[in-house]
């Protein structure tokens, strides 16, 4: 069976908006490598709908691109992605699936089905996994910034208190700290 790893920019408030997180050649590669030792990609609608409108023209080679975002993008579009989503059927992206029935079942399915282990980069998503206790691990980077606004990690909520072990820690050039965690409890 494979590991659950949740991925996400953070803020030192705890922001998750996408556009508060410093994009650039030294986190790029990093987000890469994570995506590169997983099996797949996990997301919600939300988080598939925002990639989908985005990345695969980068992977084409259209638009204006870094290599290391286009390095990004093509690896994206050849890696199996998993979608949770109650309103939308079609997925037409390349490797996309949705993840039918219900959402215990079926993550828990995509984990055992997946040695190498599942990426998950939906903060709503990421949210209901935790409430079912299927995240295993947690790859944040957290970024120096003070966002002031949301939306938060984890805003709506978890029954209780979830313990981390810390596995490492890594300070980057541009302030940012890429951090693992394992569940603890």
């Known amino acids: 069976m494979g ?3 949740f991925s996400i920019n953070v803020t030192l408030d705890g922001c998750v908006d996408h556009r508060e997180g410093i994009a650039d050649e030294e986190t790029h590669p990093l987000f890469t490598r ?3 030792e997983a099996g797949a990609m996990l997301w919600g609608r939300t988080t598939y709908e925002l990639m989908e409108s985005a990345w695969p023209a980068v992977a084409r080679g259209e638009g204006e691109a ?3 975002m286009r390095e990004w993008a ?3 579009d050849a890696k199996p992605k998993y979608v949770v989503s109650s309103t939308r059927e079609d997925f037409p992206w390349a490797n996309s699936h949705r993840i039918t029935g219900d959402l215990r079942e079926g993550v828990q399915r995509l984990k055992d089905d997946t040695p190498a282990g599942v990426l998950l980069g939906s903060v ?3 949210t209901e996994l935790d409430r079912l206790d299927l995240i295993d691990e947690y790859r944040f980077l957290i970024q ?3 966002a002031g606004h949301g939306p938060t990690l984890h805003q709506s909520g978890l029954p209780s208190t ?3 072990e810390l596995i490492s820690a890594t300070p980057l050039r541009n302030g940012a ?3 693992h965690y394992r569940r603890a409890d």
């Open 74 to 76: 093509v690896k994206l």
């Open 124 to 126: 709503s998503l990421a």
């Open 144 to 146: 120096p910034r003070i």
């Open 34 to 36: 994570l995506m590169d």
């Open 162 to 164: 979830r313990g981390l």
């Open 66 to 68: 870094d290599a290391t």
């Open 3 to 5: 590991l659950l790893t």
């Open 177 to 179: 700290i890429w951090t």
